[in-house]
Every structure is written in structure tokens, then in C-alpha cells.
């Protein structure tokens, strides 16, 4: 069983994070049968952490339920956490930067050394809500997960043949400082624990297969309030200097990919916690198919250069193309790989979700026109037809819906239309759907056509419901309802859209 651990760093390993769960729910290719995500981050109240949080979970529980041995594509990728924990939580419990480094028990003389260091501010800076792009505060703060408790699971969990995925921005605190750092530790031989005890595994950890991407500026924030010291005038020159620094990561990264956005979206300004919570954006889609790139079996010749003793003789260097420059993306935009690999497992699970009535409408929320997901009942075709549809017969009745992996599936489901709409409303738009169409045969964007119904006789959902007639018969009968149910909209929806390039 491969595995691919990946640390996804502060707030855009997050979101990255969040992009490869809606590619992996929607049944993606990857090229390991687990993923093991790790988040690095101060500002475990970011909410941008909590909501990728809550996804993982509930793909863990959807995962489960499916047939790992069969046909079926969605979930298919097994997520596993470390210890049942996401974060990698920091032991200490110091606030300000001035606690952490102990600045009260100091010498006069280190006072003034600190005062040359740090300005006030910096001192001041309450790390509860991150670095506020302070790689300098963070290259400090963070030496220290080496000891943490999920760092010494993954050394356990580790074996011969797993690789390891970073993910980080470059323009900010935590996931500039934090990349560096971590490469470092996974690099350095003989690591020991709290206790002094070496950490299992950590052989096979230095000489294991890495991949990292590095996320270049690809939004700005709003004028900053006084008193914060996150500024995206500085974003550019963040990013010239930790490039310039990152020169010495080569030789030392098998396969280093770069992905940033010049056409930039603006996010209201907020220091962290619970008021951060960015809107997806394409550049965290591109970022996470790097990483499927990297595990991908057929460019293991391409990603992985090493000797005889296996040190990296050469870093390969990617970055993420399309092939039209256009503030308004579709499928068509994208190259023929991108589109291969995506465009059939994103509209088959939409089609998915649209049948279980999952689409976006226009609300009037504080007095203002909102778009807003929601399970709209006359567009929920599951529940108008299965009572009358034969392959729904003594299988998914009404409780069936109410079962706790169909309920995590349709979490799922609002939540994958949320952030097809999230991106849909950046500067840079991915709009490879039509949200408000209520159709079956009318709902992807651009000049593909995808949907190819065997028998023309059907029409829109009719089409669908008689595919899942011909199909309940070629599921396995042994399935628990609903392993089987998944199966089912598998094997429909491959049978309804077959894009080939």
C-alpha cells in the first residue's frame, strides 16, 4: 500500500489541501492508494484549516463505505490521518513573540540585541493568528515541530516506498519560513524525540521520494488596519527573496513545481482565526494536481533523477500552463492534460450532485443579492423519482437518505458546488459549469460535449433515470445499500459522459 504524506503549511496548504479532497471525491486519478495530509499552521482557529478539517472527515467516512475492490472511482483514494489528528499542533503556549523567545528572563545586554533584531511591533505580535507574514518570526517559532507528537507517528507510520509532498506559499510568514524548515528536519539523519529516543523510519524518511510546491503571490488584501503588520505591497519583494534563498533547495527537492497568478483577486483583511476563510481559487486546483503530477506512475522518468546510492542528481522544475490567457476559464482553456485528467471525473460528480438536488440560486441575504448553494426540492430528482424508478426497489428508500455515509456524501456534494462557485466568483474564474442549470444534457460550459446518451429516446433526467435502471443490474449485489448506491452513480454517470481528447 503507497502512501504520499503531504504537509500542506499555513493557510494556503490548506486550501491546496481542500482542492485535492474535491479531486479525489470526484475520483481523480492519483497514484497511491493513501494520502496522509499534515497542516503546519500557528492559527489552528483559521478557518480556512476548520473547513478543510471538516471535508477530510467527511471524505474519511464516505471512503469507507465504498468498494475498494471494484469499479467505482469516486473516494476511491484512501485519506488516513496520523493519530486521528489533522493538525500538528505546537507545544508551546506563548502568545506574543516577545514570550516565546523569553525575551523577560533575558540579559540587558540580549535586550538590546533583540531590540536591533525585532522591531516593537514584532515583539508585540500575537502568534495565536499566525506569522501576519513574518517568515522571520516563523523561522524561529517553528524549529521546533520537530518534536511534536504527529511528527513521531509519521516516523512510525512510515515505510520503504512512501513519499513525502510539501506544500507552501512563498509571500507570506508561516509557509515561507515553514518549507525550509521541515525539508531540513526530513534531511537531517538520526533525529531523536523529546526523550532523546531516534524516531523509527527515519532512514527511509531521508532517502524517501519529495515533491514540493511553492505558491507565488496570486491574490493581494485589502489596506491594512493600523497595527498590522500583513501588507501585500511587500508580497513581490517577499517573494524575489525567498526565491533567491530557495536556490539551496536544489539537489535536495526531487521535483520542485512554482504556481502563482498575475491576474490577482483582493480578499477583505483579516489577521487570521475565524474570520479567514479565502474563496477557492484555481491557482489551489492547479497546485493540487502537482501533486498528483508527482505521484504519477507514468512520469516517474521525468519527476525522480538519483544515483546509485539514491541521491538526487538532478531537481526537476515545473511550473502550471494554460493554453489561452483569458480571465474567464473553461475546459477549453486548459491544455490536453489538465482536461484528460480532470474534465470526466468533475462532470460525472456534478452530474452526481445535481441529480441529489444540489445546484446554485440567488437569495436575498442582509438586503443584498447572495449566491448561495442549496438542495432545491424541485430539482431534487432522487427524491421526486426513486419511488418510481425500478432500480431504487427495496434498496434506497427514505431512510436509506438518512444514513450517516449518504448524509457525508451529500455534505460532500453542497460542498464541491460551493467550490465551483468560489472560484467562479475570483478575478481569475474557473467556470467549467453552468451552477444554475437544471438540467441533465445542458450544464457544462465552453464547446465540449460530453454527454453521450445511448438512447436518444430519453431526455434530461429521464436519460439518467434509465441509465439507472440498466445499470442496478451490473452492480454487486453484496454491497452493503450504500457502497452500492456510489457504485451505481459510478457506473451511470461514466455511462452518460466519456470526454476523449
Known amino acids: 500500500m503507497s502512501k504520499l504524506y503531504i504537509f500542506g503549511i499555513g493557510g494556503t496548504g490548506a486550501r491546496v489541501l481542500r482542492s485535492l479532497t474535491m479531486l479525489l471525491s470526484a475520483g481523480v486519478e492519483c497514484g497511491v492508494d493513501t494520502i496522509v495530509p499534515v497542516i503546519i499552521d500557528r492559527d489552528i482557529s483559521n478557518k480556512d484549516l476548520s473547513r478543510t478539517k471538516l471535508l477530510i472527515e467527511d471524505y474519511i467516512v464516505v471512503n469507507r463505505c465504498v468498494d475498494a475492490n471494484g469499479t467505482n472511482k469516486f473516494f476511491k483514494t484512501k485519506i488516513s490521518l496520523l493519530g486521528g489528528n489533522l493538525f500538528l499542533q505546537l507545544s508551546d503556549n506563548a502568545q506574543q513573540f516577545d514570550e516565546f523567545i523569553g525575551r523577560s528572563t533575558m540579559s540587558q545586554e540580549n535586550n538590546a540585541l533583540i531590540d536591533m533584531l525585532f522591531s516593537k511591533e514584532t515583539l508585540k505580535l500575537n502568534m495565536t493568528k499566525g506569522f501576519e507574514g513574518n ?292 478575478n481569475r474564474k474557473f467556470t467549467p459549469f453552468n451552477l444554475f442549470s437544471d438540467r441533465a444534457d445542458d450544464f457544462i460550459n465552453g464547446e465540449l460535449k460530453i454527454i453521450k446518451p445511448d438512447n436518444f429516446m430519453y431526455k434530461n433526467w429521464a436519460m439518467v433515470d434509465n441509465e439507472l435502471n440498466k445499470q442496478i443490474v451490473k452492480t454487486h449485489k453484496s454491497l452493503q445499500n450504500d457502497s452500492r448506491f456510489i457504485e451505481l452513480f459510478n457506473r451511470v454517470t461514466e455511462k452518460l459522459i466519456n470526454y476523449k481528447n
Open 135 to 426: 517568515p522571520n518570526i516563523g523561522s524561529v517559532v517553528l524549529n521546533q515541530f520537530d518534536n511534536n507528537d504527529i511528527f513521531k507517528a509519521f516516523a512510525n507510520d512510515f515505510h520503504d516506498g512512501d513519499k513525502i509532498f510539501i506544500i507552501s506559499s512563498i509571500f507570506g510568514g508561516t509557509g515561507a519560513s515553514g518549507f525550509p524548515l521541515l525539508r531540513k528536519i526530513l534531511h537531517t539523519p538520526n533525529v531523536n524525540d523529546a526523550e532523546g529516543n531516534p524516531l523509527a523510519n527515519w532512514g527511509l524518511i531521508n532517502k524517501a521520494p519529495i515533491g514540493a510546491i511553492s505558491v507565488l503571490p496570486y491574490f493581494i488584501v485589502e489596506s491594512p488596519p493600523k497595527g498590522s503588520l500583513v501588507n501585500s505591497d511587500t508580497f513581490i519583494d517577499k517573494t524575489k527573496a525567498a526565491l533567491s534563498y530557495y536556490k539551496n533547495e536544489d539537489k535536495k527537492i526531487d521535483t520542485f513545481y512554482y504556481i502563482g497568478d498575475t491576474l490577482t483577486s483582493s480578499y477583505e483583511h483579516h489577521k487570521g482565526g475565524t474570520e479567514q476563510m479565502n474563496n477557492a481559487h484555481f491557482v489551489e486546483l492547479a497546485s493540487a494536481l502537482a501533486i498528483l503530477d508527482f505521484v504519477n506512475s507514468d512520469k516517474q522518468n521525468e519527476n525522480f533523477h538519483r544515483d546509485a546510492h539514491n541521491n538526487i542528481t538532478k531537481t526537476t522544475y515545473k511550473e502550471f500552463g494554460i493554453k489561452t490567457n483569458s480571465p474567464k476559464l473553461t475546459f477549453d482553456n486548459l491544455t490536453d492534460e489538465t482536461r484528460n485528467l480532470i474534465v470526466n471525473p468533475l462532470s460525472r460528480f456534478m452530474l452526481f450532485a445535481k441529480y441529489m438536488g444540489y445546484r446554485v440560486v440567488t437569495e436575498i441575504i442582509n438586503g443584498k443579492e447572495t449566491l448561495i448553494v442549496r438542495k432545491i426540492p424541485s430539482n431534487d430528482i432522487f427524491e421526486k423519482e426513486h419511488k418510481y424508478q425500478p432500480y431504487a426497489h427495496k434498496l434506497f428508500t427514505e431512510d436509506f437518505r438518512r444514513t450517516n455515509s449518504i448524509q457525508k456524501l451529500e455534505s460532500i456534494q453542497a460542498k464541491f458546488v460551493e467550490w465551483l462557485l468560489e472560484m467562479e466568483l475570483q
